[in-house]
C-alpha cells in the first residue's frame, strides 16, 4: 500500500525530472540559437580562406618589391637608362605595396570572425552557469628542444637584440 | 672587403624562400659572392657533408631537421664542429638564446633584424670585413 510520504517523494522525483527535462530542451534550444555549424563551416572557413590569401599576398607582394630592388641595386648607374629603370621599378614597388590595404580588409574580416566566435563562446558559458567546471585536457604533446619553439613573441614577450647580445658579450 | 673575405663559403638555411633571398641579398651587397641555400637542417646538412663552408647562417623552426638539431649535429661532427654558425629566428625567449648558446651557436639574431644587425654579428663572428 502507498503511504503519503512515498507519494510526496515520488511526485518530488518526478518534479526534479521534469524540471532537468525542460533545463535539457531549454539548453538546447539556446545552444542551437547559437547556430555552431553555421559558425564552423561560413565564418570560420572564411577566415581560415582568408588568412591563406593573406600569406599569398604578402609573398607575392614582398617579391615583387625584391624583384624591383634587385633590378634597380644592378643596375648599371652610367647606363642613360638608368632613370628610366629606377622610376619603373619604384612604380612597381608602390603598387605592390597596395597589398597592405586588402590584407587589412581581409584581416579586419578574419578580427570580426573571431569576435563572434568570442561572443558564442561567452553566450555558451552563460549558459553552463557559474558551477560549470570546465575539464583542463589541454596537453603540450612536445618534447625536448622542440618545447622551445614557440614562433614571433608578442610584442614585450620576448628579449631584445641588445639582450640577447648581452648574453654573448 | 678583401677577397679572402669575398670568396668565403657561406650557407643560407631558412625554409622561407623570402628570408633566404633577404639574407643573399643583404651579403651581396656586403661583398660576399659564394653564397648557397638550403630549405631545411637536413639538405644543409648534406651540403655541409658535400664540400666545405666557412659560415652558416640558419633559421631555427624548420622541418624536418631544426636549426638547433643542424647545429647540434655539426658540433657533434669532429669535421664540422668548429664551423661558425649564426642563428637567425623569430624565437625570441631567454631560454631559446641560452639553449642555443649551449649547444654553441657563435651568434643569435632575432627577426626581423637590419642589415646593421647582420654586419655587426658578421663581424663578431668572422673577423672584420
Request: include cysteine; glycine fraction near 6%.
Given at each position: 500500500m502507498e503511504t503519503s510520504a512515498t507519494k510526496t517523494a515520488a511526485e518530488a522525483l518526478y518534479n526534479e525530472v521534469l524540471e532537468l527535462a525542460r533545463s535539457i530542451v531549454e539548453a538546447r534550444k539556446q545552444i542551437g540559437s547559437l547556430r555552431p555549424s553555421k559558425l564552423k563551416t561560413k565564418s570560420i572557413s572564411k577566415a581560415l580562406l582568408e588568412m591563406e590569401e593573406i600569406v599569398k599576398a604578402t609573398e607575392e607582394a614582398s617579391n615583387t618589391i625584391m624583384d624591383s630592388a634587385e633590378q634597380m641595386s644592378s643596375a648599371d648607374t652610367t647606363d642613360p637608362g638608368?632613370?628610366?629603370?629606377?622610376?619603373?621599378?619604384c612604380s612597381?614597388?608602390?603598387?605592390?605595396?597596395?597589398?597592405?590595404?586588402?590584407?587589412?580588409?581581409?584581416?579586419?574580416?578574419?578580427?570580426?570572425?573571431?569576435?563572434?566566435?568570442?561572443?558564442?563562446?561567452?553566450?555558451?558559458?552563460?549558459?553552463?552557469?557559474?558551477?560549470?567546471?570546465?575539464?583542463?585536457?589541454?596537453?603540450?604533446?612536445?618534447?625536448?628542444?622542440?618545447?622551445?619553439?614557440?614562433?614571433?613573441?608578442?610584442e614585450g614577450e620576448g628579449i631584445s637584440q641588445d639582450d640577447i647580445d648581452k648574453l654573448f658579450d | 672587403m678583401t677577397d679572402e673575405k669575398k670568396d668565403m663559403s657561406i650557407l643560407i638555411v631558412d625554409d622561407y624562400k623570402t628570408m633566404l633571398r633577404i639574407i643573399q641579398n643583404l651579403l651581396n651587397e656586403v661583398g660576399f659572392r659564394n653564397i648557397d641555400e638550403a630549405t631545411d637542417g637536413v639538405t644543409a646538412l648534406e651540403s655541409l657533408r658535400t664540400r666545405p663552408y666557412d659560415l652558416v647562417i640558419s633559421d631555427w623552426n624548420m622541418e624536418p631537421m631544426t636549426g638547433l638539431e643542424l647545429l647540434k649535429t655539426v658540433r657533434a661532427d669532429n669535421s664540422l664542429k668548429k664551423l661558425p654558425f649564426i642563428m637567425v629566428t623569430?624565437?625570441?625567449?631567454?631560454?631559446?638564446?641560452?639553449?642555443?648558446?649551449q649547444a654553441g651557436v657563435n651568434n643569435y639574431i632575432v627577426k626581423p633584424f637590419n642589415a646593421a644587425t647582420l654586419r655587426s654579428k658578421l663581424t663578431a663572428v668572422i673577423g672584420e670585413f
Open positions: 638608368y632613370p628610366d629603370i629606377v622610376q619603373t621599378n612597381k614597388i608602390f603598387e605592390a605595396c597596395a597589398f597592405q590595404d586588402l590584407t587589412g580588409q581581409r584581416i579586419g574580416s578574419v578580427i570580426q570572425t573571431l569576435d563572434l566566435v568570442d561572443s558564442h563562446l561567452e553566450s555558451l558559458l552563460e549558459l553552463l552557469g557559474p558551477d560549470f567546471e570546465e575539464v583542463d585536457d589541454e596537453k603540450d604533446d612536445r618534447e625536448g628542444d622542440d618545447m622551445l619553439l614557440n614562433g614571433p613573441a608578442l | 623569430a624565437e625570441a625567449k631567454t631560454e631559446n638564446v641560452v639553449a642555443a648558446k
